[in-house]
């Protein structure tokens, strides 16, 4: 039995929640911020894949089980504070490189330009497509 001592160093929020940030390996691109429990924190390092935890939906959310946009987790680092994780990933699915719910490859698509929010990143798949019953 493995101690899970290392996940008592981790510094939760009030709501036993921390902030997590996921890196792609290779180009460093940050792909997008969640949260994660204790469980899904634990969950990522014994599966080698991003399992977060959806506060809206108020449960355990391995990324991809909707979309097929499955995260593979090379390194997991804890910041000086041990309030932050940092994922190091390679994004995984039906179409390599799709990381968010709007078919884009980062969460992070617009830009500040001139006092408005400009949207510098292009949909890769529409999300009708990714997201059919």
């Not at 039995?1 to 709501?15: F, G, K, N, P, R």
């Not at 499955?70 to 940092?86: E, G, K, P, S």
Request: hydrophobic share 35%.
């Amino acid at each position: 039995m493995h101690s899970e001592q290392w996940l008592d160093a981790v510094c939760w929020d009030a709501q036993g929640l921390v902030p997590v940030i996921a890196q792609e390996q290779g180009s460093g691109d940050v792909l997008m911020f969640a949260w994660m429990n204790r469980e899904a924190l634990r969950l990522t390092a014994q599966t080698g894949q991003a399992v977060y935890y959806s506060r809206s939906r108020g449960r355990l959310w391995h990324k991809g089980e909707e979309s097929g946009h499955f995260q593979t987790v090379h390194a997991i680092r804890l910041d000086c504070d041990n309030d932050v994780v940092l994922l190091t990933i390679t994004q995984q699915g039906h179409q390599p490189g799709i990381a968010c719910h709007t078919g884009r490859h980062s969460c992070f698509f617009q830009q500040l330009e001139e006092g408005q929010w400009k949207i510098v990143a292009p949909v890769l798949k529409d999300p009708s497509h990714i997201y059919e019953k």
